[in-house]
């Protein structure tokens, strides 16, 4: 059968974010010959972000349950973050 | 092809971004146990069931987990009822994990198993996270590979196979002592059967079989930012959370998903969960409601149609114990409202684009240990 694949702009957005990864090696190779940026957050700064608070969800469980309801319902899916775990969406 | 182009992509993006600055220990998941019942209740499907995790460490080097998740599905949808009849069904998972510290990078390997009477999935999933820059920037690069089977009831063995294949690659960003911020990039390549044995389309205003391509091509680049925005002084701690997600495939869909989300400690022991989302997509280029010419793929899958969802949701938790530095227990109870609609699906019960409400619970008892 045919391989189905009419969208060119999904090859342009490949090539930009190819593009993308190469400007991060070359800049973090050009910044290693200069004195490397300080973490200006120290450890001990970082309190805050450890809250329970800052957390999107306190269990992992019904984050499963709720990436599971979007990817059955929705045509989009991926980055969210939730490992796939397969599943017969018929 | 796609599959080495999308591998060489994130290893691009993880290449530069392991390459700015030293790196440092990153820790174990936390020992927890969870059981969790949950419920989804909308467009005449109502799945719901038990799950249950459990996660310890040992030797303070590795965490193994295991989790068991059921869907039982009553499904009564707009589909099922037009064109078919009212069915149970029982979906069952797998889970089971490992993480393990070597040096300074936390290496997750797990596997998963999914059952249906009608389908089979393997999933293997291998992650790498590690933190660089003093600790202010997290990366993690991951992988996917699944197996799935396809089966149709009725038909002895299996109509049919699909693979999929997942890069993806994730940076969290210190930016103050307040605020983080977060990229996600996913790129998932589909290959074999991706249809619905049952799922019929319309052409000419007859019902025939759906026949969607063999391959799909899929990406998606999420963005969000959180951030403590407690007042000095105050008892109480709150957060903000904003999210964005732009999803685009080979199919023609692009999708929009936006949330925004606020967080709040009420009382000592309790926190409150809340958020809003919202979603919309267009069709996918072989979709149609009735379709008015033949065409070598044509679907009337709602997933692929031109629609939007919006809605609220909450969650309440309340630690039932806690002795520090040994273990707390927690209950919680989460709440969600979606409104669905449908531009181009008619529902042919009354010729009005079709639309739904669902509610979605769920209860969680958890313990960290």
């Known amino acids: ?30 910044g290693c010959a200069y004195k490397p940026i300080e973490p200006w957050v120290k450890p ?11 957390k999107t969800s306190l269990n992992e469980l019904p984050g499963r349950q709720q990436d599971h309801i979007y990817t059955v319902r929705e045509g989009s899916r991926g980055a969210t973050g939730v490992q796939g775990g397969g599943c017969g969406c018929n | 092809m796609a599959a ?18 030293s790196v440092q220990a990153v820790d174990l998941p936390e020992d927890r146990a969870e059981t969790m019942y949950h419920l989804y209740d909308g467009g005449g499907v109502i799945a719901q069931g038990p799950a249950v995790l459990i996660r310890k460490s040992m030797l303070d080097r590795v965490s193994l987990s295991a989790s068991y998740y059921v869907d039982a599905v009553s499904n009564a949808s707009i589909d099922v009822v037009t064109t078919a009849s009212k069915y149970k069904e029982t979906r069952d998972q797998l889970d089971l994990g490992l993480d393990y510290v ?46 799935d089977k396809v089966g149709q009831h009725g038909t002895p063995g299996w109509i ?4 999929h294949e997942q890069y993806r690659l994730g940076v969290t960003q210190i930016l103050t002592p307040r605020w ?35 391959t799909r091509e899929s990406k998606a680049l999420k963005l ?10 105050a008892t109480n701690r709150s957060s903000v959370r904003a999210e964005y997600r732009y999803y685009w495939d080979t199919w023609g869909v692009r999708g929009h998903t ?45 997933e692929l149609s031109t629609m939007h969802d919006f809605g609220p949701g909450a969650t309440l938790s309340y630690t039932l114990k806690s002795v520090p530095g040994k273990y707390d227990v927690k209950l919680s109870a989460s709440y969600q409202f979606i409104d669905f609609h449908y531009a181009d699906y008619t529902d042919v019960r009354t010729g009005k684009p079709y639309s739904y409400k669902a509610n979605v619970l769920n209860t969680v008892l958890s313990a960290t240990f």
């Not at chain 1, 001990?44 to 800052?54: G, I, K, Q, S």
């Not at chain 2, 080495?4 to 600055?21: D, E, K, S, W, Y």
């Not at chain 2, 969000?224 to 002084?233: F, M, P, Q, Y």
């Not at chain 2, 925004?260 to 267009?282: D, K, S």
Request: aromatic share 10%; with cysteine; glycine share 10%.
């Open chain 2, 102 to 147: 070597v040096r300074d990078s936390l290496i997750h390997v797990s596997g998963s198993k999914s059952m249906e009477p009608d389908y089979l999935a393997d999933t293997l999933n291998v992650d790498l996270t590690q933190d660089v820059f003093g600790g202010m920037t997290t990366v993690v690069l991951g992988y996917s590979h699944a197996d």
């Open chain 1, 44 to 54: 001990y700064e970082r309190e805050r972000l450890a809250d329970p608070v800052m």
């Open chain 2, 258 to 302: 936006l949330e925004l989300g606020y967080n709040r400690t009420l009382a000592p022991g309790w926190l409150a969960e809340t958020f809003v989302r919202y979603y919309r997509q267009n069709h996918a280029l072989f979709y149609s409601d009735n379709a008015p010419e033949q065409t070598l793929y044509v679907t009337r899958n709602r």
């Open chain 1, 1 to 30: 059968m045919s391989r189905f694949r009419p969208c060119f702009e999904t090859t342009r957005a490949t090539s930009l974010l190819a593009i993308v990864g190469a400007a991060f090696v070359l800049a973090s190779a050009a």
């Open chain 2, 180 to 214: 983080t911020a977060s990229a996600n990039l996913e790129a998932i390549d589909d290959d074999g059967y991706l249809g619905s044995p049952y799922r019929l389309a319309r052409v000419f205003g007859t019902y025939v079989h759906e026949n969607d391509p063999t």
């Open chain 2, 4 to 21: 080495i182009r999308n591998a060489a992509t994130v290893a691009g993006l993880v290449g530069g971004a392991l390459a700015v600055g």
């Open chain 2, 224 to 233: 969000s930012t959180t951030g403590d925005i407690t007042g000095e002084g």
């Open chain 2, 160 to 163: 049919g196979t699909a693979h």
